[in-house]
């Protein structure tokens, strides 16, 4: 079974390559548990993805560290006249999940493979502390090279993404919902990659390959 492939890849700290579905964004995501994240993770997410490197947090979490999504933050300080520029619906149906952008203040750029990957690990760390937000405010910076993605409060019920989908199988792997994700993109065509060219690359490097109808179907049942 491919989830139980997933869910054991995660757990060895290894990728899973997640597809959304062919009616949403029908993009393939690398993910990677956030806690057991390395610069080599970062490196090639960033030389064989080349989407932007995301870190996807539960929406407890996101409250529990004082975080908004951006489009309401915006809504709140942009002029009347600029609020039609605010990310409303996107064309696959859901509002952005973005929040902040962050570095974590003992990087120096920010941008490298190490920077982020400390940025990352460092922020889950908060997970399991009790009343984190004093700690993230005295820790971390913004704006910084690490966006901030909050998932949605009753994940795959509500919203049905990558942000969802990775958080919802850092749950079932018994790991920090905290997860590092970003998108496949194909250099050929200029646009995402493929579903065949995924899969191509997930059998080459020994990469579990996750529909995520499938894992859709799994939490409708559990």
């Not at 600029?82 to 962050?102: E, N, Q």
């Not at 920077?115 to 971390?140: G, M, Q, W, Y």
């Not at 749950?171 to 060219?197: F, H, N, R, W």
Request: proline letters at 4%.
């Amino acid at each position: 079974m491919s989830l139980d492939a997933a869910i054991h890849s995660l757990k060895q700290g290894e990728f899973v390559l997640l597809h959304d579905s062919a009616g949403r964004e029908n993009e393939i995501d690398m993910v990677v548990a956030a806690e057991l994240i390395t610069p080599e993770h970062v490196a090639r997410m960033r030389q064989h993805a080349g989407g932007l490197l995301c870190l996807a947090i539960d929406n407890g979490f996101g409250k529990s560290l004082g975080l908004r999504y951006m489009h309401d933050i915006l809504s709140d300080t942009f002029e009347e006249s600029s609020k039609d520029m605010i990310m409303g619906l996107a064309p696959y149906g859901d509002h952005p999940t973005f929040s902040i952008s962050i570095n974590h203040y003992q990087t120096y750029t920010g941008i490298t493979d190490n920077d982020r990957a400390l940025t990352i690990k460092e922020l889950s760390k908060l997970h399991d502390i009790e009343s984190p937000k004093n700690k993230f405010v005295s820790s971390f910076k913004t704006p910084g090279h690490v966006p901030l993605l909050i998932a949605s409060n009753d994940l795959l019920l509500k919203r049905q993404g990558h942000t969802e989908m990775s958080i919802y199988l850092t749950q079932l792997a018994g790991l920090k919902p905290v997860t590092a994700i970003c998108e496949m993109m194909d250099a050929d065509t200029y646009s995402a990659l493929s579903v065949e060219k995924a899969s191509k690359y997930a059998k080459q490097n020994g990469i579990p390959l996750l529909d995520g109808k499938e894992l859709v179907e799994y939490a409708k049942v559990h």
